[in-house]
């Protein structure tokens, strides 16, 4: 009996992978990924370097192929139900021993299919020009050093160690009231104390990332540990400068010194060595300094040191928040990384599929097309969207945690699981995390979907009356 | 079980979005149709016919009532493994060939590659596309999209064929064919039921009949009892002397009876078949469906074969190598025994008219009267035909049905 099933839903499957190419669908798909890929591969040029054209090329092509895959998967997977019923083909089917779910199974497992084949193809495609693209380029021995190093790899990041600000906030606030700046009234308050703390906080813990000429920052790091199979192991300190005032071309002079701090302060002798860099960089763009990962200590701590040196520089120097930072080690090869990359895609096709079906359960054509890109669009942006909800829902409390809330929550959030931003900095993204996207994004929330077509599939009439 | 179909108070109305102008389109309706019978569903446009069927089909859902197949809900794969369903429109995929589609229909089925194969080209032949299954049937005239219907709707070898306007789009040819083949299949022990608003397809082939207008069951009943005008009867006769029809008149008029003498006139059906026979005798070419009369042999194993039933498959697709293969059994009988004289003489004509061997070489051998007939014992088609058709003469229905019932369910 369930071989029975599974021949029933093959049948449909390949039906719907014929009605796709047959119905030429999927042609202006597969021409314009033929087309555009190599082409992307032969334009761009990034910032004229080696690494900036791939990061380009990586970073373009993938989201092409993406966009193009999930646009043909929500057309493929919508017309395929939709012009069953409308042109009653669908009479003829779930009159025969199918089941009305495996008829929607076996269409989403075609779309499924031809998106799987044109991803495959892709992704084989954008793999060899990537590799090519170094060698078109000529690319000498320390460059294709620096690309694998940098590029043509799988780095985990690290962030720092967050500092606690909470004793500088206490003592400030001591100050304040010895100065008599906070009144009484102030303290009695509640709202205004809250805000004055907040602020008091966000200042301390701002003094904590920026440097005024001749200030040092030091950051730390906690359980640094690089496996690597390379006799000299490296790993990076990535870092972006900012400063209060704006001056785009403005550059700052550094001295880095990266290594174990704790031997300096008690004076005793060193013995992992500790690295020191001269720098000269630009604000506003991230830059990476390479070190040994020989100065890392035995216990796996690493500290990195900043000094905005006086005499060169004239402005203060600010580390942004979120990726002011960091520390980054290879943790896997680029190989690997990159098919784990193609996984994104492949869930978030899997996705659009089961929304197309569901989709076209009850909709007609051109309504389930609008709505699956509107999904897709809000699902691109599905960050901002849900931050801009959580604002709002603020004031509106019940009502938003019971209607708008459980809608967001249900969105894909295709860009924080987008495979190009991953790629570009040659950063791990490691099975953990791909594990998360598969449950999120399908066990969840495809598979609601999925269910919920079938329901409504399963209910509705499938023929009009006509009399 | 005691009906193939019952419906208990079926009724479906519909009504607007916002629950105004209530329509019946099928009012409480009774059907009880039973197995190996032959049941006609007349109606003008729009009395609920279709509606029924797709109630019945579980393509709609009742108001009110029960519509059972098989003593269950049609939509259970068991039983609709056993129906085989052409809607009123041949609905199929235009981007599939004639062959893809009756292959993608068998799949649902579940049917086994060979056992699939040999069904596909034995239907291919029956129904005489065999020359363009290579064909996309978005490319097909609407009467070989209607033969590629009824081949998916036979691919199962269904106990249960419900054919909603089967000669809808056909011409006289086709239309002659399928009420041959609905005989046929009614011989080899399936169950039927038909709808139609032509009146000449129903009383030909029904052996029993509802009207419907409105929904509602006007009339049911055997053809026969409804149409017999129970006051008059009626002489043929081969060519009579004057002498001797003044003899009749004679006898009548002592019997002080109404009477008139007249000269029948041919059906328009036959005298088509026989221009368009005269046609094809000169050669000349046509792009439409070449038809054949061989029916699929798998269609029902008849009760030749019920001893081997160990060998279900093997016989089910025995068909495809009875139609090359030269036939055993060659007689010179009508096609169809029961019917009268005059249509056996059609049914050879048709014969004649839609094998695929070349036209021009048939010679007007043991023809009635001036009727160009291709001689019946050198088509291996029409052998195949007579073949089936004897032994189905030779075997009782009730024998037919029990292999039917055991073969129908795979």
């Known amino acids: 009996m369930e ?33 555009l890929l190599p082409v992307l591969g032969l334009v761009t040029s990034g910032d004229g370097t080696i690494k900036g054209r791939l990061q380009t090329f990586i970073s373009y092509s993938l989201s092409l192929t993406s966009l193009l895959i999930c646009l043909l998967t929500i057309v493929v997977s919508i017309y395929s139900v939709t012009s069953d019923l409308d042109t009653c083909q669908i009479h003829t089917v779930v009159t025969k021993p199918v089941r009305r779910f495996q008829v929607l199974l076996g269409k989403l497992l075609g779309v499924v299919l031809l998106g799987c084949f044109l991803l495959l193809f892709a992704a084989v495609l954008i793999f060899f020009v990537t590799i090519y693209i170094p060698k078109s380029m000529g690319a000498d021995e320390s460059g294709l050093i620096r690309l694998k190093n940098e590029f043509f790899t799988a780095r985990a990041g690290l962030a720092p160690t967050p500092v606690d600000v909470s004793d500088q906030v206490a003592q400030e606030m001591r100050n304040l009231q010895q100065k008599g700046q906070i009144s009484p009234e102030m303290l009695s308050d509640k709202q205004t104390l809250q805000r004055i703390i907040n602020e008091i906080t966000l200042a301390k813990e701002q003094a904590t990332r920026s440097a005024a000429p001749g200030q040092e920052l030091i950051w730390q790091f906690k359980n640094v540990k690089i496996k690597s199979a390379d006799s000299n192991p490296t790993f990076f300190v990535r870092f972006k400068y900012d400063v209060p005032v704006t001056r785009p071309d403005m550059e700052i002079y550094s001295r880095w010194a990266v290594g174990d701090d704790r031997q300096i302060k008690y004076g005793t002798p060193v013995k992992t060595r500790i690295a020191q860099f001269d720098r000269k960089d630009k604000i506003r763009s991230f830059y990476e300094i390479e070190v040994p990962a020989e100065v890392i200590a035995d216990d796996g701590y690493l500290a990195v040191g900043f000094l905005n040196i006086a005499n060169l520089n004239s402005s203060s120097v600010i580390f942004p928040r979120e990726d002011g930072i960091e520390v980054l080690y290879k943790a896997d090869d680029f190989v690997p990384n990159y098919i784990r990359s193609v996984f994104l895609i492949f869930f978030r096709m899997v996705f659009l599929a089961c929304l197309g079906i569901f989709a076209s359960t009850f909709l007609s054509m051109p309504v389930a097309v609008l709505l699956c890109l509107l999904v897709y669009v809000a699902g691109s942006a599905s960050g901002f969207i849900m931050e801009s909800f959580e604002t709002l829902g603020e004031n509106v409390g019940l009502l938003y945690s019971y209607t708008i809330k459980p809608i967001v929550s249900l969105l894909p959030q295709f860009d924080k699981y987008n495979p190009s931003q991953y790629l570009i900095d040659g950063r791990l993204l490691s099975w953990p995390f791909l594990a998360k996207a598969v449950l999120l994004i399908v066990c969840i929330k495809a598979v609601i979907l999925l269910l919920i077509g079938i329901l409504i599939f399963n209910r509705r009439e499938l023929a009009k009356i006509t009399v | 079980m005691e009906y193939v179909i019952e419906t208990l108070s079926l009724t479906k109305t519909f009504s607007d979005w916002w629950g105004r102008n209530k329509v019946y389109a099928v009012d409480d309706l009774n059907l009880r149709i039973h197995s190996n019978e032959v049941f006609g569903l007349l109606g003008p446009n729009g009395s609920g016919k279709t509606t029924t069927i797709k109630l019945l089909l579980g393509l709609l859902r009742p108001t009110k009532g029960r519509a059972l197949v098989f003593g269950g809900d049609s939509t259970d794969p068991k039983i609709n493994a056993r129906i085989g369903f052409l809607p009123e429109e041949s609905y199929l995929y235009r981007y599939l060939t004639a062959r893809e589609t009756l292959n993608f229909y068998g799949r649902l089925f579940g049917l086994p590659s060979r056992v699939r194969k040999d069904r596909i080209e034995a239907l291919l032949d029956m129904v005489g596309l065999r020359a363009v299954a290579n064909r996309q ?10 033969r590629i219907g009824l081949a998916q709707a036979l691919i199962n070898d269904p106990d249960l064929l419900i054919l909603d306007e089967p000669t809808n789009g056909l011409d006289p040819i086709g239309t002659r064919q399928i009420k041959d083949l609905i005989i046929t299949l009614a011989k080899r022990g399936k169950t039927i039921l038909l709808s139609s608003h032509l009146l000449a397809d129903v009383e030909d082939v029904c052996d029993r009949i509802a009207i419907l207008y409105g929904g509602k069951v006007q009339v049911e009943g055997k053809v026969k009892d409804l149409l017999e005008q129970t006051g008059k009867k009626q002489i043929t006769a081969a060519k009579l002397s004057d002498s001797a029809l003044r003899k009749i008149e004679t006898v009548l008029e002592a019997e002080h009876a109404d009477y008139v003498v007249d000269t029948p006139l041919d059906k328009l059906e036959t005298f088509f078949i026989r221009t368009v026979a005269d046609a094809q005798q000169q050669s000349l070419l046509t792009s439409g469906a070449v038809s054949t009369t061989a029916i699929g042999d798998f269609l029902s194993a008849g009760t030749e074969k019920k001893s081997e039933q160990a060998v279900v498959l093997e016989n089910l697709v025995s068909g495809s190598e009875a139609v090359t293969a030269p036939a055993k059994t060659l007689t010179s009988k009508p096609v169809l025994a029961e019917t009268s004289s005059n249509h056996n003489v059609d049914k050879k004509l048709l014969v004649s008219l839609t094998s695929e061997d070349e036209p021009g070489l048939n010679k007007p051998q043991d023809a009635p009267k001036t009727t160009p007939v291709k001689p019946v014992d050198q088509n291996p088609d029409e052998s195949v035909l007579d073949q089936l058709t004897d032994r189905d003469n030779n075997n009782s229905k009730g024998d037919d049905k029990k292999s039917s019932d055991k073969d129908g369910d795979f």
């Open chain 1, 3 to 35: 071989i029975f099933r599974m021949k029933s839903i093959w049948a449909i499957a390949s039906n719907t992978v014929k009605q796709s190419l047959r119905m030429k669908i999927a042609v202006v798909f597969i021409i314009l990924l033929v087309v």
């Open chain 2, 137 to 146: 049937v978005g490319t097909f005239s609407k009467g070989m999209a209607r």
